[in-house]
């Protein structure tokens, strides 16, 4: 599928927030640029992760986000987040594992979202320079 290039990022922080994510974007060398999504989960605490836009392709920023998605095990990461933290109870343990489950599934949400804004942008036709008014 290909994505239309016309997204700005002020409409990718649209959506972004739309979705309940605070956005921050850095610029990368050749073009790209970082996008922090951050939020705090719903048991208070913050999370975060970082994913790349390269040569204005809004495809990309949204592979990067479904590679996250992918990538993480709710198990593992509130394994990590315990052991960092020093709180194994298992009552804790399985709020994180709820934490980490919901911030694959708001991210998932937010690759479809900008997925389906991209597309839209993409519907519209494309005439060429001189039929334009």
Known sequence: MQYSSLITHSKIVKIA???????SITHCGDGG???DFQRM??????FCFTAMMT?????????EIISFV????????ACEWMETKGNVSPARYLKAVDD????????WLLA?????????ESMLPDFPWYCWN
């Open 33 to 35: 640029y970082y996008f």
């Open 112 to 120: 479809i979202d900008l997925s389906m804004a991209a597309e839209k």
């Open 17 to 23: 927030v739309s979705c309940g994510w605070q956005v």
């Open 55 to 63: 040569g204005g392709r809004i495809s990309t920023l949204v592979d």
């Open 100 to 107: 980490m489950d919901e911030m694959r599934t708001l991210a």
């Open 41 to 46: 989960t719903r048991n208070g605490l913050s």
């Open 70 to 77: 992918d990538a993480l095990d709710p198990e593992h990461y």
